[in-house]
């Protein structure tokens, strides 16, 4: 496994040549943008780097952070080999590129609420197709994700599965926004739900702050903690690995549920939706067929 950490900042006007010429003495020079940067304020440069660890330049560029009076952001990430990743009896499924928006509950898609926490509706069922925005769909790639956290394939991926016999999941054609006209899409549905992850898990915490996570059923707002992956293990007294279906969903879920608008916060109706785990022979066909936007991540059964 190689991990990896990425560190950036942005340059107050005035500091450009000598926070340049520092990051050039550390050997880092290559992570200085000029402006126009996305999400950096206009005009400023910005420092973005990411290191293989461990590396003794990630000491120097936070200490010249800091002596700077700056606030960098750190994120780390893990990189498995297929070999490792081959050694888990379950994968969490991911998308490694930028998720597209839905259309979710305000434009259409409806729920069944008596399945769901009567405060927060987590857990709510789906019970229409999803509705997209077919522009936003990605033309050159088999696997997306929404912002809200649905996982979506490609027909001819969706039909692979299928002919491969692998179960435990509804593939549910997606919709147009607006027409609602069939898309050449098919959200992930699993019909199984694991109990709680174990406390051996590592990463995961809740957003219990005032106003976010329900104190009601206690599943919305789960995250993985200080900027690190999350990871993810089962007690096999609790379940078996061998036991489960291809394809099957986590009880915690992640982002917020709202059962109502809220208007006055500019908050949308919606559900925080689970992270979808499969088996290896879904990993298997998806390497197979080059299913290179799929991120996988172990599963643990301790």
Excluded at 82 to 93: H, K, N, Q, S, V
Excluded at 177 to 199: D, N, Y
Aim: hydrophobic share 40%; aromatic share 8%.
């Amino acid at each position: 496994m190689i991990t990896w950490q990425f560190i950036s900042f942005s340059i107050p006007k005035g500091k450009e040549a000598r926070i340049g010429s520092a990051l050039a003495l550390i050997g880092c020079e290559q992570g200085l943008y000029p402006p126009p940067i996305p999400f950096i304020p206009s005009g400023l440069y910005s420092f973005q780097f990411r290191f293989k660890l461990p590396d003794p330049r990630v000491h120097a560029v936070l200490k010249l952070a800091h002596a700077e009076g700056l606030s960098p952001f750190e994120r780390f990430d893990e990189e498995y080999t297929d070999a490792e990743l081959r050694t888990y009896p379950m994968l969490g499924l991911g998308c490694a590129r930028a998720s597209i928006d839905e259309g979710g509950p305000q434009r259409g898609v409806e729920y069944d609420l008596s399945a769901g926490c009567p405060r927060c509706g987590t857990g709510a069922i789906q019970t229409s197709p999803l509705l997209v925005w077919a522009g936003k769909l990605p033309k050159h790639r088999r696997l997306c994700s929404t912002h809200r956290g649905h996982r979506l394939i490609r027909d001819d991926l969706a039909e692979a599965i299928i002919a491969a016999g692998i179960g435990g999941a509804e593939l549910r054609q997606v919709r147009s926004v607006g027409r609602k006209a069939l898309l050449p899409w098919r959200q992930i549905l699993p019909e199984f739900t694991m109990p709680r992850m174990s406390r051996h898990s590592t990463n995961l915490g809740r957003d219990t702050a005032p106003g976010w996570g329900c104190p009601v059923c206690e599943r919305d707002m789960h995250v993985a903690l200080h900027r690190r992956p999350l990871d993810i293990a089962y007690d096999r007294s609790a379940v078996a690995p061998e036991t489960l279906p291809d394809i099957v969903q986590t009880w915690e879920c992640f982002g917020r549920s709202l059962l109502h608008d809220d208007p006055k916060r500019g908050l949308i109706r919606g559900f925080a939706q689970p992270k979808i785990l499969v088996k290896p022979r879904v990993f298997e066909l998806f390497r197979e067929l080059n299913v290179k936007e799929a991120d996988f991540r172990p599963v643990r059964f301790v």
